[in-house]
C-alpha cells in the first residue's frame, strides 16, 4: 500500500505533526483516545492510536475497524475530526460530534483525498461539571464549561497551583499531577468520571516548554467557577486553604457531587446556608438546623439561576459574632455582638463593644487572609476559644465612617432603617439614576444592609440630625 506515511525514517519535518506530538504527549500523560490518519493513495493510512484496553499504537485491520473500536470506548458515544497538512501547525476542517463510525469512516476517506491528515477523537464533555484550563509553573487557571483555551476570556479562576491542586482533591476528590508544567505550558481538563486512554478523571491536551513570566497570583472572585459551586461555598473554600479555622462544611451542589471541608467545631447540629451564584446579601435562607435542602432550592430558586449550592455546616457556640472589613482608607474596621450575630447583620441589633481579645484575633484572621488574598471581608464566630470564619469575600469596601457608599446625587431619598432589609432592597432597585439614599441613622458598615447598598453602588450617607 503507497501512503505518505511520515515515520522515524522521514525528515524531522514530523515534529510539527499534531498527532505525533500528541502521541509524544500519551507517552508522560492520559490523552483523549485518538486514532490518527495519513493520506495515501489508495486510502487512508493509520499512524498513531491511543485507545483505553488496546495496545499502544495498534495497527487495526481498516479505517473502519480503527474508529469503530474507538466510538466503542468513547463515554460520549460520539468523535471529533480534526484535519490539518503535514507542515502546519493550522488546523484545517474541524467537525465535531460525529455520531456514527460510518459517518467519521466516510469523514476521514473524504478529508484524506483532499491531501490532509486527521486525528479522530473521542468527544469530552466540558459541561459534565469539571473545569478545564492551564497550569504554567506556580500557576493554574480554570473554569468549567470550556476547552483550556477558555483561559484566554474573562472569568476564568486563578490559583496558586498548590491551592489549584487542594482544591481539586477537596472538590472533586482527585489528585492531579501537574509537574509537567512546572517548566512550561500545560493544557488540561478535570472530570467527574475517567476518560482517556488511560482511564483517569485528567486529561491533558498540549504541552510546550515555552514558560511565560506569570508574576503575583492575585486570587479574587467571583469567578465562573466560584459561581458553579456558589459563592459562599467558594469563598469558604478558601478560607480553609488559607488555613484559617472553619466549621465542617459539606456542600450539596447542582451540578457538582457534594463535597466536604472543614474542621470539627463539637457540635452536630448544623445551620443550612444557601450559597448563590454572586453574593445577594441577606435575600436567601441562612437557618440554624436542619432543612431539607431541595424544598428549599425548590421554593427559593425553582428554575436553578440564582443558588448553585446549599452549606450544611456545622454549628458553633457563639459567644460573639460579627463582621470585618478593610474600609476605604486602608483601615480594618471589627463590629460584632454577644451571642449569634443574624439580628446585627439584617440590621436588627447595633454593633457591641467587642472584647480586646476577640479583636486580637479577628486582627489575626485578617492579617492570614490579606497576606495570602489581598484585601478581605469575612464574617466571624468566636466560641470562647477559637475564631471561625463563616463567609469570606475578596476585595475591600468602599464605606468609610457615616459614608456607606460614596458619591452625590441630585435626589436623596429618606430611609428608616427599621423598616428592615427586604424593604431596603425594594427601594434601592426602583430608585432612578442620581438618586442616593439617607439613612435615619447609624448602620454597622459591615451589615447586609450596607452590603446592599454597597452591591447597588447607590450613593449613601447618614442623616446629620
Not at 43 to 53: H, N, S, V, W, Y
Not at 158 to 173: D, E, I, K, N, S
Not at 330 to 342: A, K, P, Q
Amino acid at each position: 500500500m503507497g501512503s505518505l506515511h511520515y515515520g522515524s525514517d522521514q525528515p524531522d519535518v514530523a515534529v510539527f505533526r499534531k498527532d505525533k506530538t500528541l502521541d509524544r504527549l500519551a507517552d508522560m500523560f492520559n490523552v483523549a483516545q485518538f486514532v490518527s490518519f495519513a493520506p495515501a493513495i489508495d486510502g487512508p493510512a493509520q499512524q498513531f492510536c491511543r485507545i483505553a484496553g488496546v495496545e499502544a499504537n495498534h495497527q487495526f485491520e481498516s479505517v473502519a475497524d480503527a474508529i469503530q473500536t474507538l466510538f466503542e470506548r468513547s463515554s460520549e458515544g460520539t468523535v471529533n475530526i480534526r484535519s490539518f497538512s503535514a507542515q502546519q501547525t493550522q488546523s484545517r476542517e474541524f467537525i465535531y460530534g460525529v455520531d456514527t463510525a460510518a459517518s467519521a469512516v466516510n469523514a476521514v476517506e473524504r478529508i484524506s483525498s483532499e491531501g490532509a491528515f486527521t486525528i479522530v477523537n473521542e468527544t469530552i464533555d466540558v459541561s459534565d461539571g469539571g473545569v478545564s484550563g492551564v497550569v504554567m509553573g506556580d500557576v493554574v487557571e480554570f473554569r468549567p464549561d470550556m476547552t483550556p483555551r477558555g483561559v484566554e476570556k474573562p472569568g476564568f479562576a486563578r490559583l496558586p497551583t498548590g491551592w489549584a491542586v487542594h482544591l481539586f482533591r477537596t472538590v472533586y476528590g482527585v489528585d492531579v499531577d501537574f509537574a509537567g508544567g512546572r517548566n512550561g505550558r500545560l493544557e488540561f481538563s478535570l472530570h467527574p468520571k475517567p476518560r482517556g486512554w488511560k482511564q483517569d478523571n485528567v486529561i491533558f491536551w498540549e504541552h510546550s516548554e515555552d514558560l511565560l513570566p506569570t508574576g503575583l497570583v492575585k486570587v479574587d472572585w467571583p469567578n465562573d467557577f466560584s459561581r458553579m459551586i456558589g459563592d459562599k461555598a467558594y469563598g469558604l473554600l478558601i478560607a480553609d486553604i488559607c488555613g484559617v479555622p472553619v466549621p465542617k462544611t459539606t456542600v450539596i451542589g447542582r451540578r457538582v457531587a457534594p463535597f466536604s471541608f472543614g474542621q470539627e467545631t463539637g457540635f452536630q447540629e448544623v445551620w443550612i446556608r444557601t450559597s448563590p451564584r454572586e453574593q445577594v446579601p441577606g435575600k436567601f435562607t441562612t437557618a440554624r438546623g436542619w432543612r431539607d435542602p431541595f424544598a428549599l432550592l425548590q421554593a427559593e430558586d425553582a428554575d436553578g439561576s440564582a443558588i448553585s449550592s446549599v452549606l450544611s455546616q456545622k454549628s458553633v457556640a457563639a459567644r460573639w459574632s460579627g463582621a470585618a472589613i478593610e474600609t476605604s482608607s486602608g483601615t480594618l474596621l471589627v463590629e460584632g455582638i454577644e451571642g449569634t450575630g443574624d439580628r446585627f447583620m439584617l440590621g436588627l441589633a447595633d454593633p457591641e463593644p467587642v472584647p480586646e481579645n476577640v479583636l486580637s484575633m479577628v486582627r489575626d484572621a485578617y492579617d492570614r487572609l490579606r497576606g495570602f488574598l489581598g484585601a478581605v471581608r469575612f464574617e466571624w464566630v468566636f466560641d470562647g476559644v477559637m475564631l471561625w470564619i463563616v463567609q469570606l469575600h475578596s476585595g475591600a469596601s468602599v464605606s468609610d465612617g457615616d459614608t456607606i457608599v460614596p458619591g452625590e446625587a441630585s435626589n436623596w431619598v429618606d430611609f428608616n432603617v427599621t423598616q428592615g432589609l427586604e424593604a431596603l432592597r425594594s427601594l434601592s432597585a426602583s430608585l432612578k439614576s442620581d438618586t442616593g439614599v439617607t439613612l435615619d441613622r447609624r448602620i454597622g458598615l459591615t451589615s447586609h444592609l450596607a452590603d446592599v447598598l454597597r452591591k447597588a453602588g447607590i450613593p449613601t450617607r447618614v442623616s446629620a440630625r
